[in-house]
């Protein structure tokens, strides 16, 4: 699972559990488990987060956030079709609410390797199972936005492009050495308001050869800060 990333969780003797006290701010500490917040969940709070994954849907707004001894926040993964439109990558309700969309009014503080991380939550790649028929108008594109492409019409050998997002992607090539997966564009602002966060784009599949049937998806984009 994307979201399992290091031993910690598993090697503590004491079990998961959250604890509240205190008012105005209430004080919340989340130990050793994963855990879910939903939106408006624990608003106004300090939010300290020891040795856990803390997966965030929706919109919040903490007083403060400690994250100790190797702590995740993170969000979880868009899903084709139900968090987003394929053909015109518009999110869903459910998609909206997968990205990290937060404010702390006093301080963050990260300590002991934990980290916030949305890697490979963005967009799917291009997938690696459609036939071999389509090959010669789409090889397996990216979604999203920026979806890299792999539309060559040659037999063997194409790479898909990489997903593009603050920048464009890598161009894809064909074997014989030219370009067979085409970048998009790039999208999205450095300085975009919460709400205009984006997620990152896939890459294009892999394409060895269409009678053989051997491919391969292409990565997942990032996901939204």
Not at 85 to 113: C, M, R, W, Y
Not at 186 to 192: F, H, I, N, V
């Amino acid at each position: 699972s994307a979201l399992v990333y290091t031993s910690f969780l598993y090697s503590k003797k004491t079990k998961a559990a959250v604890s509240c006290v205190g008012a105005d701010p209430q004080t919340c500490t989340f130990s050793n488990g994963n855990f879910t917040i939903s939106e408006g969940q624990y608003d106004g709070a300090v939010i300290v987060v020891d040795a856990s994954v803390i997966t965030l849907s929706g919109q919040h707004k903490f007083k403060n956030l400690t994250m100790r001894n190797g702590s995740v926040l993170t969000h979880q993964v868009l899903s084709l079709n139900s968090d987003f439109n394929p053909a015109t990558s518009e999110l869903t309700a459910s998609g909206k609410q997968k990205k990290i969309h937060l404010i702390v009014d006093d301080n963050i503080s990260f300590e002991n390797n934990s980290r916030i991380t949305v890697d490979y939550l963005g967009y799917p790649g291009g997938e690696a199972s459609r036939p071999y028929a389509d090959c010669h108008t789409d090889c397996g594109s990216g979604y999203g936005p920026g979806g890299g492409g792999n539309n060559d019409s040659h037999d063997e050998w194409t790479r898909g492009a990489g997903g593009s997002y603050g920048g464009k992607g890598g161009e894809g090539t064909h074997y014989s050495g030219g370009y067979a997966g085409w970048a998009k564009p790039p999208y999205g602002k450095l300085l975009a308001n919460v709400d205009a966060a984006q997620h990152g784009s896939g890459g294009g599949s892999a394409f060895r050869h269409r009678h053989s049937e051997s491919r391969s998806p292409g990565g997942s984009g990032g996901g939204a800060i």
